[in-house]
């Protein structure tokens, strides 16, 4: 079992920045596969960016791509989403999850999940 926890999520201009942490407790993160989903109200979660099990292969969505970048620290057992150049339609409650094997841009196959951080992007 691997319990993920966000945090960093908050208020931000256009143009701004904010960087999100998932710490995971449990078994490692090293063992995992690492993603950040998002949902934006009466929308579907879609897929922002994964990272593999050692932090050495990423992935982005095209929207975000050039703009976040996610990193993973597994003495720390944390991941990060560095988001830059934020647009209004960042605006969403970002996730963290976790899976065993490659990383995925399907939400399906992930097996565990945070609780989901609020940002929150403004004009």
């Known amino acids: 079992q691997v319990q993920l926890l966000e945090s960093g999520g908050g208020l931000v201009q256009a143009g701004g920045s904010l960087r999100l942490s998932c710490a995971a407790s449990g078994r490692s993160s090293s063992d995992y596969a690492m993603g950040w989903f998002r949902q934006a109200p009466g929308k579907e979660r879609e897929f922002v960016t994964t990272i593999n099990w050692s932090g050495v292969i990423t992935y982005y969505a095209d929207s975000v791509k050039d703009r976040f970048t996610i990193s993973k620290d597994n003495a720390k057992d944390t991941v990060y989403l560095q988001m830059n150049s934020l647009k209004l339609e960042d605006t969403a409650v970002y996730y963290c999850?976790?899976?065993?094997?490659?990383?995925?841009?399907?939400?399906?196959?992930?097996?565990?999940w945070g609780q989901g951080t609020q940002v929150t992007v403004s004009s």
């Open positions: 999850a976790a899976r065993r094997g490659r990383g995925s841009t399907v939400f399906r196959e992930y097996d565990y």
